[in-house]
Every structure is written in structure tokens, then in C-alpha cells.
């Protein structure tokens, strides 16, 4: 099992930012990319960024520019700083894991945090 845990979403004003972050833990593992998604009310979950092992990114269009993916692999932690933040950025915000854990593959998510671009 991998857990991931995430941290950081809240209540922010228009234009203001936001750092989330996700820890994973559990057994021996490898993990090959981590990524987020978020999930606004009424529609579907939607990637926003990821990240490789190797540190090799992808945004999607409506966050370029604006949000930052990074990872520590030692501490097998993923970020996103989320900066010029919008109303249209509200939304539950989910980490996600993929990779190999015992040989096996694995594709984990965190519980999500709730963030909230409000003024």
C-alpha cells in the first residue's frame, strides 16, 4: 500500500497563491510520476500537472505559466505552487502516484484538500 497524503489548499483571494504538497508513504516503493488533479463541482476530474521521476513536466493549458510541479525524490514529496490564482482554480485538488511497489504497479491518490479562490 502507498498512502499519499496532501497538505496546503485553503482560502485565497483573486491573484493570490497557494503551495500545496503531497508526501507518500507505505511500503518499499518507486514511484514513477506524481501528479495533480482537480475536481470543481459539476465536472469531471482534470489533470493539472505531473511530473516525472526523471523531473520532466506537463500542464495543462489553463494553468501554464501560472503553476509550478516540482518533486523531491528523496523525500518522495510532489509540490505545486500555484500562483495568479483565479475562481475558475476552485475546485477539490487530488495527488496522485504511479509507479511500482514489490513489483507490482500501483496507482494511488491522496484524499484531496479543497482549495478555494474567493474574494
Known amino acids: 500500500q502507498v498512502q499519499l497524503r496532501e497538505s496546503g489548499g485553503g482560502l485565497v483571494q483573486p491573484g493570490g497563491s497557494l503551495r500545496l504538497s503531497c508526501a507518500a508513504s507505505g511500503s518499499i516503493f518507486s514511484i514513477n510520476v506524481m501528479g495533480w488533479y482537480r475536481q470543481a463541482p459539476g465536472k469531471q476530474r482534470e489533470l493539472v500537472a505531473s511530473i516525472t521521476r526523471g523531473g520532466s513536466t506537463n500542464y495543462a493549458d489553463s494553468v501554464k505559466g501560472r503553476f509550478t510541479i516540482s518533486r523531491d525524490n528523496a523525500k518522495n514529496t510532489v509540490y505545486l505552487q500555484m500562483n495568479s490564482l483565479k475562481p475558475e482554480d476552485t475546485a477539490v485538488y487530488y495527488c496522485?502516484?504511479?509507479?511500482?511497489?514489490?513489483?507490482?504497479?500501483?496507482?494511488?491518490w491522496g484524499q484531496g484538500t479543497q482549495v478555494t479562490v474567493s474574494s
Open positions: 496522485n502516484a504511479q509507479g511500482v511497489v514489490v513489483g507490482k504497479p500501483f496507482n494511488s
